[in-house]
C-alpha cells in the first residue's frame, strides 16, 4: 500500500454511465472468445463463472467507443464521470462493482494476457495485480466487455471490462430477473429464557435487499437477536421481479428468575484465523476497520495481527463512525508475529447495530491484509466487520502519526483489525 493506494484502487473498481440503449447487445468474435478465457481462468482459480450482463454489456461497450472516438485512456469518462456513475446511468445499479480497461490489442488473448499480468506497481514498486484481482474476485457475477477500433486514435483498440457482483438482465435470457431464493432461515436456539440470546442465521440467493422485521440486514448472513418475550421474525428478501418471505419464532420462557449473563468476550476473527498476504507500506499509518454488533455492550480492547517484519511501537484506537475518539492505548508484550492483544484502561459502551471503527497504527513497512470485505462482510455475531459500500468504504486508513483518524477507503481491503468485545 502506498500514499497513492486510492488512486490504484479507482484505476481498477470505478465504473461509468450514459443513458442506456433499450437494444439488447451482441458479442464479436474476439468479445465472446474472451468471456471464455476468463471463465476458464476463473474457473482454474476456484471462482464461479461470469454472464454476460445487458446493462453492463452496454456500459463496457460504450466507454471503448468513447475512448477510441475522443482519443484518450482513462477510467473517467469524456463527460467527467466515474465508472460507478456510468453503469448506473445504464441501468446496473447493484453492488459490487468493478472495471479494467486496456489498448492496443485487436485480439481476446493478448487483451487477456495484459490484464493477467499487469504488475500495477504501488509506490514502492511492489506488483498488487489489481486487474488480475478484478478478474478473479469472487463476488462478481456478472460483466461486460467492451471492444472498438478507430485507425486514427493514438492505440487503435479500446477495450473495457465491467464488472458486477449481482445478476441482472442477461445476454439470452428472457427475464430481467427470477425472484430471489431463501434456501434456509434458522433460530438457534429457538426457545429461550427470558435474557438469553437467539442467533437468526439465514441463506438467500439473488436479492437486492434483505430485511428482518422492518431492519434491513443485506450485508448479513446472521444477527444475534434478545427478545422479550416469543417473538416472529420475518425474513422479506427482494429484488426487482418482486420479493420472497420466510418466517420463524423464538419461543421466550419467562417463567423463573431472569438469569444474569456471564460476561463473555467475542472478537470478528478467531485466534486460529490467519491473513492471506502481507503488503507493502510506505511510512507510517493508521489501518482500521468499520464494524458493527447486533446488541449493546462493551469494546474491552482492540486487536490486529502482526507479521513478524511489522516491527516497532503500535498503538490502537477506537472510532465513532463521525471520527470521535472512545478510547486508545499502546501495544505492550508483542510477541514476534500473530494476534496482538492492547486492553483498554476502560471498557467503552457501544450500541447496538451503530458502525464503530478500530485501528492500529504502524511505522513499519508491512502490514497483514485480504480482501474479505470486497464482496461480503465477515460475521461472527454479535459481531460483523462490513462489506465495503454498507457505510462508505470499508477497510480504512489514513498516513501520518499515530492516533489520526482514518478517513481514507479502499474497495474493502481488510487490514486485519479487531475489536474484544463483551456483553
Not at 452496454?58 to 464521470?81: C, E, I, P, V
Request: with cysteine; glycine share 8%; hydrophobic share 35%.
Amino acid at each position: 500500500m502506498s500514499k497513492t493506494l486510492s488512486a490504484l484502487i479507482v484505476t481498477c473498481v470505478f465504473l461509468t454511465a450514459h443513458p442506456a440503449n433499450a437494444q439488447t447487445p451482441t458479442l464479436d468474435a474476439e468479445q465472446s472468445a474472451f468471456v471464455t478465457l476468463i471463465n476458464n481462468y476463473r474457473a482454474q482459480n476456484g471462482a464461479g463463472p461470469l454472464q454476460v450482463s445487458v446493462a453492463l454489456q452496454q456500459s463496457a461497450q460504450w466507454m471503448s467507443a468513447d475512448m477510441a472516438a475522443k482519443n484518450y485512456f482513462s477510467h473517467t469518462d469524456s463527460l467527467g464521470r466515474d465508472p460507478f456513475n456510468r453503469m448506473t446511468a445504464f441501468g446496473y445499479t447493484h453492488y459490487p462493482e468493478g472495471e479494467n480497461i486496456a489498448a492496443g490489442y485487436s485480439d481476446a488473448q493478448n487483451t487477456f494476457t495484459q490484464w493477467q499480468t499487469a504488475c500495477d506497481p504501488d509506490s514502492t514498486g511492489a506488483c498488487t495485480y489489481a486487474h488480475r484481482q478484478n478478474m478473479l474476485n469472487p463476488g462478481y457475477k456478472v460483466l461486460g466487455i467492451g471492444r472498438v477500433y478507430n485507425a486514427s486514435s493514438s492505440y487503435r483498440w479500446y477495450w473495457t471490462t465491467d464488472f458486477g457482483g449481482f445478476v441482472d438482465q442477461t445476454i439470452g435470457s428472457t427475464t430481467s430477473q427470477s425472484l430471489p431464493v431463501i434456501t434456509s432461515f434458522t433460530a438457534n436456539p429457538a426457545t429461550i429464557t427470558t435474557g438469553q440470546v437467539s442467533t437468526l442465521s439465514w441463506t438467500v440467493s439473488g436479492a437486492t435487499s434483505i430485511i428482518i422485521n422492518n431492519g434491513d440486514v443485506t450485508s448479513l448472513t446472521s444477527k444475534v437477536v434478545v427478545p422479550s418475550s416469543t417473538t416472529q421474525y420475518t425474513l422479506t428478501a427482494t429484488n426487482s421481479a418482486g420479493s420472497k418471505t420466510a418466517t420463524v419464532t423464538v419461543t421466550v420462557n419467562s417463567s423463573g428468575p431472569v438469569p444474569t449473563p456471564s460476561p463473555t468476550s467475542v472478537s470478528i476473527w478467531s485466534s486460529t484465523a490467519v491473513p492471506p498476504m502481507y503488503l507493502s507500506v510506505n511510512g507510517a499509518v493508521e489501518l482500521g476497520v468499520k464494524f458493527r454488533s447486533d446488541v449493546a455492550g462493551k469494546i474491552t480492547g482492540i486487536r490486529f495481527y502482526k507479521n513478524s517484519s511489522n516491527t516497532g511501537i503500535h498503538s490502537g484506537s477506537l472510532w465513532s463512525a463521525n471520527g470521535q475518539l472512545l478510547a486508545s492505548g499502546v501495544f505492550s508484550n508483542e510477541t514476534a508475529s500473530g494476534w496482538q492483544t492492547l486492553t483498554f484502561s476502560v471498557p467503552v459502551t457501544i450500541a447496538a447495530n451503530t458502525t464503530y471503527i478500530a485501528s492500529y497504527h504502524t511505522n513499519a513497512s508491512i502490514a497483514s491484509v485480504g480482501f474479505e470485505l470486497q464482496a461480503k462482510g465477515v460475521d461472527n455475531p454479535p459481531l460483523h466487520a462490513l462489506q465495503t459500500g454498507v457505510a462508505g468504504y470499508n477497510g480504512v486508513y489514513i498516513f501520518g502519526g499515530g492516533g489520526i483518524f482514518p478517513t481514507q477507503g479502499t474497495s474493502g481491503y481488510n487490514f486485519w483489525v479487531d475489536v474484544v468485545f463483551v456483553n
